[in-house]
């Protein structure tokens, strides 16, 4: 009886004190020394906080919380603990009498080091044709899958050269996301996001030991991932006439089951001017980066650049139309005029050609947030860095005020916002599918502003976009696996969803939270920010993609540089 009332007492503190944690929202890894740090608490929490030392349990720092605000994209009011002033490394806790405890964090030196190494990691455990070795995989450890040896062109891709049916080569490169499909399109912002990194970066890079296959190879593990799958990529252009393939794809996503399992006959589909231009604006991009290691690589990339350009040119309206026998992800858009701009850029700057420059009206053409569908951003990314070694017919002055207003546009909203974030500058579009990215993207521009003049906020405010991403939003989840106290342990990811391992492949960020319910699973809330379940079945809100973890390989890495300086 004793021990039985021992049990119940036990398990009701228990619950209520996870309860309780769920309800005060932060940082679940930490925070470096100097950062700012804040957590959420709801509502009815109001008067003083505590910091608390977990190996004393002794409060080091007081203060009081702030007047509560209220989100409408999730419904709530809430207050603010900020606890930046407190500098101490350590392992800690926030108290509040009405709202709890959080989860326990660190203040240290180096806290994103970590999940920088493990954000780029996610991309070598999406390898397409090759096994993953228990010493580079541990527990993850596959066989190989999809060696793409045998791709035949499908009927919506035929020509006279290549006609249906007609096999060809398109190994390597890395699975799109919780399915096995490669897409030009997406891994145009993904590629280019992490060649980024290591074109802004490269110091930081050159130190970084990823536990690759080509580790110790003498060319910086970043660089080893990226070209596994630009060597895909490659492959993906007809050779005969420059144009892209839109996807090497099954016809229907495969069932639950791990890479070597997923045996249907692959196709090339469609050559579209999408696909091509995104193609045509990472190979640019990728004859700068790899021409110190590589110089060989590096011209094939321009001149296959400059092929893709030239086809797109000359098609410049073939939008993708998903054939009737395939069912897999359309990244379709008929809005291609910010392709053209990028692809633009990236080849005026690799080659100091003006036709490039000339060919694109710079100076009528804005900004944005970046996405896989909105590309003309990076443009301006990669012409701001390039600044200092571009011809007489850029216009400097521009490239830094469409970095600037753009930066300063999202800082408005990190004044106002009630989570001290900048998501929810453009409300409701800014929880889309894929919202993780949104606020990764949000980031990405924030720090280029950041680059261009050394304002600490533009800094701050992309580090409060992380705390979001890890923890401090209205879910209460860390939306990257194998990080933080509350990570997604069920993401729509056929390879952690198939294997024998409890614990899903870390690393990777998830969707993340908005209201669209596309996979109509049971959701119990449908405000943009909270609208979120870690289940398989929420492909909407929790599968995993590369173009969402290449901005947190460029966020954490920009912040280990600033934030260690
Ligand atoms: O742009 C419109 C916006 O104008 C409108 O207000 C809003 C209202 O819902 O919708 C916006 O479009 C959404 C679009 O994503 C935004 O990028 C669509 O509703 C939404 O359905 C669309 O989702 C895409 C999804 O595929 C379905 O097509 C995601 O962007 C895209 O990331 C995702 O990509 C899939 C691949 O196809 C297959 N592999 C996995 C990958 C990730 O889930
Ligand atoms: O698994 C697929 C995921 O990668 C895509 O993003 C998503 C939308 O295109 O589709 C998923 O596949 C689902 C399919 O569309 C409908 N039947 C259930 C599939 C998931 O199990």
Request: some cysteine; glycine content about 8%.
């Amino acid at each position: 009886m004793r021990a039985a009332l021992f049990l119940i007492i036990t398990f009701l503190l228990s619950t209520s004190l996870l309860h309780a944690q769920g309800e005060i929202k932060l940082n679940q890894i930490g925070f470096y020394p100097d950062a700012q740090k804040i957590a959420i608490l709801p509502e009815d929490a109001t008067g003083n906080f505590s910091v608390v030392d977990v190996s004393t349990d002794e409060p080091v720092f007081e203060a009081e919380l702030s007047d509560p605000k209220f989100w409408e994209l999730s419904g709530e009011t809430v207050s603010i603990a900020d606890f930046s002033e407190f500098t101490t490394p350590g392992r800690y806790r926030i108290e509040h009498h009405r709202g709890g405890h959080s989860f326990d964090f660190e203040i240290r030196e180096e806290i994103l080091r970590d999940l920088s190494k493990a954000s780029i990691k996610a991309f070598y455990f999406n390898r397409a044709s090759t096994e993953l070795l228990e010493e580079h995989a541990g527990i993850w450890a596959r066989p190989m899958g999809h060696p793409d040896d045998v791709v035949y062109v499908h009927e919506s891709a035929a020509t006279d050269e290549r006609p249906e049916g007609y096999i060809f080569s398109s190994p390597k490169g890395w699975y799109d996301a919780g399915d096995y499909n490669k897409y030009a399109v997406n891994s145009g912002i993904s590629t280019y996001t992490l060649l980024a990194a290591y074109e802004h970066f490269p110091e930081y890079y050159r130190g970084l030991d990823l536990n690759i296959p080509e580790s110790g190879n003498g060319v910086p593990d970043l660089l080893d991932e990226i070209r596994w799958n630009l060597d895909w990529l490659l492959t993906s252009q007809d050779p005969n006439d420059g144009g892209v393939y839109h996807k090497i794809t099954t016809k229907n996503f495969a069932g639950v089951v791990m890479p070597h399992e997923a045996t249907a006959d692959r196709f090339a589909v469609m050559k579209s001017t999408g696909g091509t231009l995104n193609f045509a604006a990472v190979m640019a991009t990728a004859a700068r980066v790899y021409s110190e290691y590589d110089p060989d690589f590096a011209q094939e990339a321009v001149e296959a650049a400059e092929f893709a350009w030239q086809w797109a040119v000359q098609n410049p309206e073939v939008y993708y139309v998903q054939p009737s026998d395939i069912q897999t992800g359309a990244y379709g858009n008929r809005q291609l005029e910010d392709e053209f701009d990028w692809a633009a850029a990236e080849l005026y700057i690799t080659t100091g050609n003006d036709e490039y420059w000339n060919a694109r009206e710079f100076d009528q053409i804005n900004v944005g947030v970046p996405s896989w569908s909105y590309v003309r951003p990076l443009a301006w990314v990669s012409l701001a860095h390039h600044r200092d070694n571009l011809t007489d017919a850029a216009d400097l002055y521009l490239i830094e005020k469409r970095i600037m207003e753009q930066g300063e546009e999202l800082l408005e909203e990190y004044y106002r916002s009630p989570y001290v974030i900048t998501k929810g500058r453009y409300g409701r579009s800014d929880f889309v599918w894929g919202s993780n990215g949104v606020i990764g993207n949000h980031s990405l521009m924030l720090i280029q502003a950041y680059r261009l003049s050394g304002e600490k906020d533009f800094l701050n405010a992309a580090l409060a976009n992380m705390d979001y991403l890890l923890g401090r939003n209205a879910t209460g989840y860390s939306f990257v696996t194998g990080f933080g106290s509350k990570p997604p342990m069920h993401p729509h990811h056929r390879q952690s969803a198939a294997d024998d391992v409890d614990d899903p492949v870390p690393g990777f960020v998830v969707g993340g939270p908005q209201p669209g319910q596309q996979d109509s699973c049971e959701y119990t809330s449908d405000l943009p920010a909270t609208t979120f379940i870690d289940h398989w079945c929420s492909y909407s809100t929790n599968e995993v993609t590369i173009n969402w973890n290449a901005p947190m390989v460029y966020l954490t890495g920009a912040l280990e540089v600033f934030k260690n300086q």
